[in-house]
């Protein structure tokens, strides 16, 4: 069963343009939700990550949306760039310790 | 500073042999975790060691074990391989296991192929 669940699977966004990833859970346990960006033949390197305490969280282009009734979190990416062109996951946890990551959205952004 | 290190980085094996997959976490931190990455999926926990005492673990089969040393480098093995044991290991650190929510540092991981 998956913990997290991403949309879309692949994206594709104009230079410029925003780019929008969504993710939904179930666990009402989960009270810490990350955002890695992965580029091929690389490990994850965390984005951005929020607490269900605030709605949104904002650091450069990269924004944090969160709604804790819906069980729903998405990333947005303000101005997208060619070089923002990776494969991104949401993840989530209750303890710090296991996370649960969503299946990976493949975002190219087009010059 | 140096990041979190995996070695190999990639590595051929063959159904039913054994692995050693070894991760040096970033100075400092003394938990580590393990995560398994199939092609196109997102990582999969295994298991997490803090101070040399497993912390969490995965719905994972007996085949994986793991271990962390005093220097907190960390080991995974993996017994009596399958083809779908074919994946991306991923190790990560942390400072402190599930204190305030320290972010995960990943390696670039060890790609395993099983023939």
């Known amino acids: 069963q998956q913990q997290v669940k991403q949309s879309p699977q692949s994206l594709i966004v104009q230079k410029g343009g925003i780019s929008i990833i969504n993710c939904a859970y179930e666990?009402?346990?989960?009270?810490?939700f990350p955002w890695y960006q992965q580029f091929p033949g690389k490990g994850p390197a965390l984005l951005i990550a929020?607490?269900?305490?605030?709605s949104e969280k904002k650091e450069g282009r990269f924004t944090i949306s969160f709604n804790k009734s819906a069980k729903q979190f998405s990333l947005h990416i303000m101005d997208s760039q060619p070089g923002d062109s990776a494969t991104y996951f949401c993840?989530?946890?209750?303890?710090?310790?296991?996370?649960?990551f969503g299946t990976g959205t493949s975002l190219t952004v087009i010059p | 500073d140096a990041g979190v290190t995996q070695s190999p980085t990639h590595l051929i094996k063959t159904r039913g042999q054994h692995v050693t997959l070894r991760c040096s976490p970033i100075?400092?931190?003394?938990?580590v975790s393990w995560y398994q990455q199939v092609l196109g999926q997102g990582p999969q926990f295994i298991f997490q060691?803090?101070?040399?005492?497993?912390?969490g673990r995965g719905n994972f089969p007996d085949r994986f074990s793991a271990r962390q040393f005093p220097n907190y480098s960390s080991e995974l093995n993996v017994n009596a391989l399958l083809l779908g044991d074919s994946a991306l290991y991923l190790c990560?650190?942390?400072?402190?296991?599930?204190?305030?929510?320290?972010?995960?540092?990943f390696g670039d991981g060890t790609r395993l192929s099983i023939l």
């Open positions: 990560a650190s942390s400072s402190d296991a599930g204190l305030g929510y320290q972010p995960q540092h």
């Open positions: 666990n009402t346990a989960f009270d810490y």
């Open positions: 929020i607490r269900p305490d605030v």
């Open positions: 993840a989530a946890s209750s303890t710090g310790n296991q996370f649960y």
């Open positions: 100075s400092g931190h003394k938990s």
């Open positions: 060691y803090y101070e040399k005492e497993e912390r």
